[in-house]
C-alpha cells in the first residue's frame, strides 16, 4: 500500500463506465490542483517510505507521527466549519520516528521534549491493538517455537536412560546411604547430564551408553508438528494485525498447505486487509486541520482493479 499515492478529493463524485464489461461505478472527484506535499516529502525521504514507515508504526506501536509544516500566506488556507479559525495550508509532511517523539504527562505530544500543536503534526492510531501488546504471547511463543524448530534438524523423541544393573540410588548428602549408592547416583546424574548436551549439538547427537544402562525412546518424534505450528503461528499474527491468513503465505484450516491457497489473496489483500489501514490513514488524513471541510485525502488505488497486475502503482507527478 505505501506504493499507492495520496490524493485530494472535493467531496463529490462522477459515474465512469469499464470499457471491458459495460459496468459503470461513482468514483470520487479528485481537486484540480493536488497538494503537492501528498506526493513530495521535500526532503530525502520518498513518500512511499513515509507511508511504509507510518504503517510499520501502527502496526507494531499502535501510534504514528508526521511533523508539518504550513503555509505562511495569508490567503492559502481555509476557514474551519464554524468560520472561527483561519487554518493554513499544508505545505510539507514528514515521519517523525518513534524514538522522537512521546505523550507527556498532559498527554500533550512532543518531539524531542517540544510540546506540538494541533496544527503541527497529525497523529495517527492503529485501527487494531499493536501487535506489540496484543500478540505479546503470540511472539514469544513464535519464537520459542522457532529455537525447538532449529533444535529439530536432529529431533529425537522422549528418551529413557535406564539402569539395567540392580544398584540402588541415593542422594550425595543422605548421610544414612552407602557410599555405593551415593556414587550410582552421582554416576547417573552425569550421564544424564551429557545426554542433554548431546541432544542440542548441532553435529548430531552422539552419546556413549556406559555399561550398566540403556538408552529407550518413548515414542516418536513429530516432525509435522513444528510445520504445522509454524503455518498457525502466521495464522495468529493475521488475527491480531487484520492480514488474511493467505497473504502471510499461511493456510487456514480447511486449506492444505499447497500453493492453492494463494487462490484469490489478491482480492483478500485488496477487500479485506488494505481497506482497514487504507482507512485509518485516510481517516486522520480527512481531519479538518488537514484538507478543507468537505474534501478528504485517500489513497489512489485505481490501479489494483488492472488484470494483469502490472505492479506499478498510479503514475504521479515528481
Not at 501528498?38 to 507511508?51: A, D, H, I, S, Y
Not at 548421610?175 to 556414587?183: I, V
Not at 518413548?218 to 488475527?239: K, P, S, T
Not at 489501514?277 to 481517516?283: E, G, K, Q, R, V
Request: charged fraction near 25%.
Amino acid at each position: 500500500m505505501s506504493g499507492q499515492p495520496l490524493r485530494e478529493y472535493d467531496g463529490t463524485t462522477h459515474t465512469v463506465t469499464d470499457p471491458t464489461t459495460g459496468e459503470t461505478r461513482t468514483v470520487p472527484v479528485p481537486v484540480a490542483t493536488q497538494p503537492e506535499w501528498l506526493t513530495n516529502t521535500g526532503g530525502q525521504e520518498p513518500w512511499q517510505f513515509r507511508t511504509a514507515d507510518t504503517l510499520d508504526d501502527m502496526l507494531f506501536e499502535g501510534w504514528s507521527l508526521w511533523k508539518l509544516e504550513r503555509s505562511s500566506e495569508p490567503d492559502d488556507g481555509w476557514q474551519s466549519r464554524d468560520g472561527s479559525t483561519f487554518i493554513p495550508a499544508i505545505t510539507g509532511a514528514v515521519h517523525v520516528p518513534l524514538d522522537r517523539w512521546d505523550f507527556n504527562s498532559n498527554d500533550e505530544v512532543t518531539i524531542d521534549d517540544e510540546v506540538q500543536g494541533e496544527l503541527d503534526v497529525i497523529l495517527f492510531r492503529s485501527p487494531t491493538d499493536p501487535l506489540l501488546v496484543a500478540g505479546r504471547r503470540t511472539i514469544r511463543g513464535a519464537a520459542e517455537l522457532e529455537d525447538r524448530w532449529l533444535r529439530a534438524l536432529n529431533a529425537i523423541p522422549v528418551m529413557e536412560i535406564k539402569q539395567d544393573e540392580d544398584i540402588e540410588l541415593a542422594e550425595p548428602d543422605d548421610d544414612e546411604a552407602d557410599p555405593e549408592s551415593k556414587a550410582a547416583m552421582t554416576e547417573a546424574q552425569g550421564i544424564v547430564d551429557d545426554y542433554v548436551k548431546a541432544r542440542t549439538d548441532p553435529n548430531g547427537a552422539v552419546v556413549f551408553t556406559p555399561f550398566g544402562y540403556s538408552l529407550n525412546a518413548m515414542g516418536e518424534h513429530a516432525h509435522e508438528l513444528y510445520i504445522e505450528g509454524r503455518n498457525f503461528q502466521a495464522i495468529d499474527v493475521g488475527r491480531h494485525t487484520a492480514i488474511a491468513a493467505n497473504m502471510l503465505s499461511a493456510s487456514g484450516v480447511t486449506a492444505s498447505l499447497t500453493y492453492e491457497t494463494k487462490e484469490g489473496g489478491r482480492s483478500d489483500v485488496r477487500d479485506l486487509v488494505q481497506w482497514v489501514w487504507a482507512m485509518a490513514l485516510s481517516a486522520h488524513l480527512s481531519l479538518d486541520t488537514v484538507c478543507a471541510p468537505g474534501h478528504s485525502i485517500a489513497f489512489d488505488l485505481s490501479n489494483l482493479a488492472e488484470q494483469p497486475d502490472d505492479g506499478a502503482g498510479p503514475t504521479v507527478e515528481d
